[in-house]
């Protein structure tokens, strides 16, 4: 069973149409949530970090949400430059105290 | 301070014959890991330093990979007798020191393609 679910797996938005990724997980003893944006070719780019329940954190169109169970990424009227894989990761104290455990990623494409 | 860096980005080599891969983590970054990512997934465990000392390896490190830390500055990984499977994006992460759950910050990849 995989610890960290992110959905949908691909989400195709019009310039300004606002919507929301998702990402589950299944670990207990969560220590923190990340979320990264990828673009094609390159390394993960640090967006945010959650560590409890109720917390919220903004960047630009950005909004990023968490619940005991999985975490949202709220992109407010987004532009074409925000397509990219946004990916998702746990620190959990149930396994290893170092690792981030990722998720798939949902690719994110924004048409003009 | 211009971040993970990471060299060469791109490596084409022919099966069987043995690459290695260097990553400078950001200054006074005593935490670096090594991550694999293929296409459509993402970025798996491979190891983690703490300064020189290698504290984790992940079970997809098989004995024909080996990573380094020396003077815990910079790493390598080294792949010896590539296989066609070890075809991967190799990415390198680094930590500051301080509270276990702070955000990484990854550098922008090798490319491994085997032949």
């Known amino acids: 069973e995989d610890q960290v679910t992110q959905s949908p797996e691909a989400l195709r938005l019009q310039e300004g149409e606002s919507s929301s990724l998702n990402c589950s997980y299944t670990?207990?003893?969560?220590?923190?949530l990340f979320w990264y944006r990828q673009d094609p070719g390159k390394g993960p780019e640090f967006l945010f970090t959650?560590?409890?329940a109720g917390e919220e954190k903004e960047k630009e169109r950005l909004k990023a949400t968490l619940t005991k169970k999985e975490s949202f990424l709220h992109i407010t009227a987004p532009k074409p430059e925000d397509s990219a894989t946004y990916l998702c990761?746990?620190?959990?104290?149930?396994?290893?105290?170092?690792?981030?455990?990722f998720g798939k990623g949902t690719l994110l494409t924004v048409n003009p | 301070d211009t971040g993970v860096s990471q060299d060469p980005r791109h490596k084409i080599t022919k099966r069987g014959q043995n690459v290695t891969f260097r990553c400078d983590p950001i200054?006074?970054?005593?935490?670096l890991y090594w991550y694999r990512q293929t296409l459509g997934q993402g970025p798996e465990f491979l190891t983690y330093?703490?300064?020189?000392?290698?504290?984790?390896k992940s079970r997809l490190l098989s004995d024909r990979f080996s990573a380094e830390r020396p003077k815990g500055s910079f790493s390598t990984l080294e792949i010896q007798r590539t296989e066609q499977g070890d075809s991967a994006m190799y990415l390198c992460?680094?930590?500051?020191?301080?509270?276990?759950?702070?955000?990484?910050?990854f550098g922008q990849g090798t490319r491994l393609t085997v032949v």
């Open positions: 992460a680094s930590r500051a020191p301080g509270a276990m759950n702070t955000e990484a910050f």
């Open positions: 670990v207990s003893g969560l220590r923190g």
């Open positions: 959650l560590y409890s």
């Open positions: 990761a746990v620190q959990y104290s149930g396994g290893s105290n170092y690792k981030l455990t």
């Open positions: 200054s006074e970054h005593n935490r």
């Open positions: 330093f703490q300064n020189e000392a290698q504290l984790e």
